[in-house]
C-alpha cells in the first residue's frame, strides 16, 4: 500500500475529501516523528508501539574490496505490534 493507496482508503472511510486525509496523514506522520524524536516512544493502542533505539557500531566489510570496516554506532525504529493487531493476522 502506498500513501495515495492509504489517503484514499481514509478519505473513503472517514467521509472526508482526499485533501482533507491527505492533510490529516501529514499531520499524523509530524506528530509521530516530533514524538520519536522526544521522547523515543509512541504507543498507538491497537496497532502497537515504536520505539528508539542504539544500534552499536560494528565491523563490516566492503563487499566489493573486501576490505574491513567499521560501520558506526546509529539510532533505528524499532516496531513491536500490539495484542489486537497479531490477533488480527493470526
Request: with cysteine.
Amino acid at each position: 500500500m502506498t500513501k495515495g493507496d492509504l489517503v484514499n482508503n481514509i478519505s473513503t472511510k472517514a467521509n472526508l475529501t482526499k485533501a482533507s486525509a491527505e492533510r490529516a496523514l501529514n499531520v499524523f506522520i509530524a506528530c509521530a516523528k516530533d514524538t520519536l524524536v522526544q521522547e523515543s516512544k509512541l504507543v498507538l493502542t491497537g496497532l502497537g508501539t515504536f520505539s528508539v533505539e542504539i544500534r552499536k557500531a560494528r565491523q563490516g566489510r566492503n563487499p566489493r574490496t573486501g576490505e574491513s570496516l567499521t560501520i558506526p554506532a546509529s539510532k533505528v525504529i524499532k516496531f513491536h505490534p500490539g495484542k489486537v493487531l497479531k490477533d488480527a493476522l493470526n
